[in-house]
Nanobody
Framework: QVQLVESGGGLVQAGESLTLSCSVF????????FAWYVQLPGTEREIERE???????????KYADFVKDRFTISRDDAKNTVTLLMDNLKPEDTADYYC????????????????WGQGTQVTVYS
């Protein structure tokens, strides 16, 4: 059984930074990638989550256009963690953020599959 546990969310002012962490428990060998997704206010279904950033087992990375040059995804396989460094936060980044497993393929594509964490809330005020 795989379990993903997110932490690091909070309330910050625009322009500040947050670091989200995803602790990974269990065997995730079936999946070669991890990603952070955002659940925007007013949406509830998993299918409505939007990809923020993804990383493959080889370290390839993919970012949504709205976070490029502001967010950085990384993974530490020795510590079983996936991290999202969020710089220069904007009020429109306010959302629930979810860590999930998936498949990174074709060198630049990512598809969510398998497991999700419980989410962590990020609120950015101006």
């Amino acid at each position: 059984q795989v379990q993903l546990v997110e932490s690091g969310g909070g309330l910050v002012q625009a322009g500040e930074s947050l670091t989200l962490s995803c602790s990974v428990f269990g065997d995730t060998a079936t999946y070669n990638g991890f990603a952070w997704y955002v659940q925007l206010p007013g949406t509830e279904r998993e299918i409505e989550r939007e990809l923020v950033a993804a990383i493959s087992s080889e370290g390839a990375k993919k970012y949504a256009d709205f976070v490029k040059d502001r967010f950085t995804i990384s993974r530490d396989d020795a510590k079983n963690t996936v991290t999202l460094l969020m710089d220069n936060l904007k009020p429109e980044d306010t959302a629930d953020y979810y860590c999930g497993t998936g498949h990174y393929y074709d060198g630049h594509s990512y598809a969510a599959a398998g497991y999700w964490g419980q989410g962590t809330q990020v609120t950015v005020y101006s």
